[in-house]
């Protein structure tokens, strides 16, 4: 029996229903996130008719086919009053124009024509509109265009912690998790061994599907090779130059070992012209600087890296984006780090403060929690801060540290002596919490259950 991995997004996707006056709906995401089989599995619980159309596959070919002929026909002269209708009543005869129906059209980013369209598929019909692919191709053909107004959005990532553990049938013993110290012995190992594992494996569901099904680690990373290979070859459709093609996968790697290096943060475009340096000398003496920050683009667009921001001072008005890099997954983060050869404690290290750094990330998203545009690390002095956070709800200001082991930081009771956070966060590997004035300690799995007032 198929195991259905419960989703965040799903409540999303309910609330964009009940809205009234919503418009169609664009689900966003990276490759193998789960767009399709989530959108379908709403469709089917949560409306009476379901028209399906993937313009990668046969339907696609059909459906633009009864598109071009009924152009043809418009240009021709013939009229119909409701064009769209017609369209959709041609490719399905039994389609019912009603809000019991939705109209899902998957791989998006293959016609910018459809795209374009989809401000009259809402206005001119009662039925939903879902539309739902990734980034490949589209960021890059001038084609499409913004329906302003018109498009409501969900962004769908790989599982968080948290769902894992839903999947693993372990949020019971995740809702008895004392932050502060106050549960079991058992509570606290249990839970830091499912961190290990989701560090390890990531939260992409083909891989946590395969974990939940044999308990093999390296059958997931084998499933997770796969998935990285898979987003390769299909950016190779849109690139002509076979030598920027080959890149790709030698920069996830190389920005791996960008993330190990311990530094103060980046100068204006010192990410793209140290990943240049890195591909340029291991891989190709031949790749441009404008072929890297191509590359890095891409790979943001698409959702397999995300960056950070820069505070200098723990000043919040002066922001720098994209200061540092990280992976979009836990899963991605220790592949390449392992091909990298560092030692696991360094690998550890660095998922940890990218398991923060996800986490921050969606408390950006709707409904926000924390402010700025990305998660932001901060320097105070020749010290850096791991993240600098500041609550929407009660305007405090945070800084958190993120580490493996008990010690603490003469530096971070400084910031806090100088006014410059109100609170000091740290987020350890081997605690089982504590608070000690505005200093609050957790154990770094119960990250997801802290909420910055």
């Not at 418009?23 to 949560?46: C, I, M, P, W």
């Not at 293959?110 to 809402?122: C, G, K, L, M, P």
């Not at 990305?374 to 945070?398: C, L, R």
């Amino acid at each position: 029996m198929r195991i259905e991995l419960e989703r965040t997004a799903y409540k999303k996707l309910l609330q964009w229903k009940k809205n009234a006056g919503h418009s169609t709906l664009e689900v966003s995401g990276a490759r193998q996130v789960g767009k399709t089989y989530l959108v379908n599995r709403f469709a089917d619980k949560e409306y009476k008719q379901k028209v399906y159309i993937n313009l990668l596959e046969l339907s696609g070919e059909l459906f633009l086919a009864h598109y071009e002929k009924l152009w043809n026909e418009m240009t021709q002269g013939e009229r119909f009053e409701n064009p769209v209708y017609e369209l959709i009543r041609r490719y399905d005869p039994s389609f019912i124009d009603s809000p019991d129906t939705v109209v899902i059209i998957d791989e998006i980013q293959e016609s910018a024509e459809i795209y374009n369209r989809i401000r009259e598929f809402t206005r001119q019909l009662s039925s939903d509109f879902i539309i739902t692919g990734s980034y490949l191709g589209r960021i890059l053909n001038k084609e499409f265009k913004y329906s302003a107004g018109d498009l409501d959005s969900i962004e769908i990532q790989t599982l968080s912690f948290e769902e894992f553990l839903k999947a693993a049938g372990k949020w019971e013993l995740y809702s008895r998790l004392d932050l502060y110290g106050g549960s079991e012995e058992t509570v606290y190992k249990e839970l830091n061994e499912l961190y290990q594992v989701y560090c390890t494996i990531g939260g992409y569901p083909a891989v946590v599907l395969t974990y939940l099904e044999n308990r093999n680690i390296e059958q997931c990373q084998a499933v997770l090779e796969k998935i990285v290979h898979l987003f390769a070859n299909e950016s190779r459709r849109y690139f002509d130059d076979i030598l920027e093609y080959d890149t790709y996968e030698n920069i996830f790697t190389s920005a791996a070992r960008i993330l190990l290096k311990e530094k103060k943060g980046l100068d204006a475009d010192s990410f793209s012209e140290e990943l240049q340096s890195i591909v340029v000398k291991e891989y190709s003496s031949n790749l441009s600087k404008a072929a890297v920050n191509r590359a890095i683009d891409w790979l943001h667009r698409a959702g397999i890296i995300g960056f950070a921001g820069k505070l200098t001072g723990c000043d919040m008005l002066s922001y720098k984006a994209k200061a540092r890099v990280f992976f979009m997954d836990l899963g991605l983060t220790t592949y390449f780090l392992t091909q990298t050869g560092c030692t696991p404690g360094d690998i550890q290290g660095v998922v940890n403060e990218n398991f923060v750094f996800l986490d921050l990330r969606r408390r950006i998203l709707f409904p926000r929690e924390i402010a700025l545009e990305t998660p932001a690390f901060a320097t105070w002095g020749n010290y850096e801060i791991d993240f600098y956070v500041k609550s929407i709800k009660g305007q405090h200001t945070y800084a958190v540290e993120v580490k493996s082991g008990k010690n603490s930081s003469r530096t971070m009771e400084e910031v806090l002596e100088k006014k410059k956070a109100d609170y000091i966060l740290y987020a350890k590997g081997n605690t089982h919490g504590g608070i000690k004035e505005n200093i609050y300690t957790i154990p770094i799995y119960g990250l997801p259950k802290f909420r910055f007032e």
